[in-house]
């Protein structure tokens, strides 16, 4: 999968590198934005008491 990605990118290899960059640079802002927030609100969190 990832070498059909490689190969369908256009430009010399330096431009791949650079796209390559930027798409895992935006789903990595798209998860942090839309679907973690998401899931958070579907995973309960225990309440956590700590006596001393």
Same mark, same amino acid.
């Not at 190969?7 to 998860?31: D, E, F, M």
């Not at 225990?46 to 001393?52: A, W």
């Given at each position: 999968? *990832?070498?059909?990605?490689?190969r369908?990118?256009?430009g ?16 990595? *802002? ?12 579907l995973v ?9």
């Amino acid at each position: 999968m *990832y070498g059909a990605l490689w190969r369908a990118l256009p430009g010399p290899v330096w431009v791949r590198l650079i796209i390559v960059l930027v798409l895992v640079a935006a789903v990595i *802002y798209a998860l942090f934005t839309w679907v973690f927030p998401l899931v958070q609100e579907l995973v309960p969190v225990p309440d956590v008491t700590v006596e001393e």
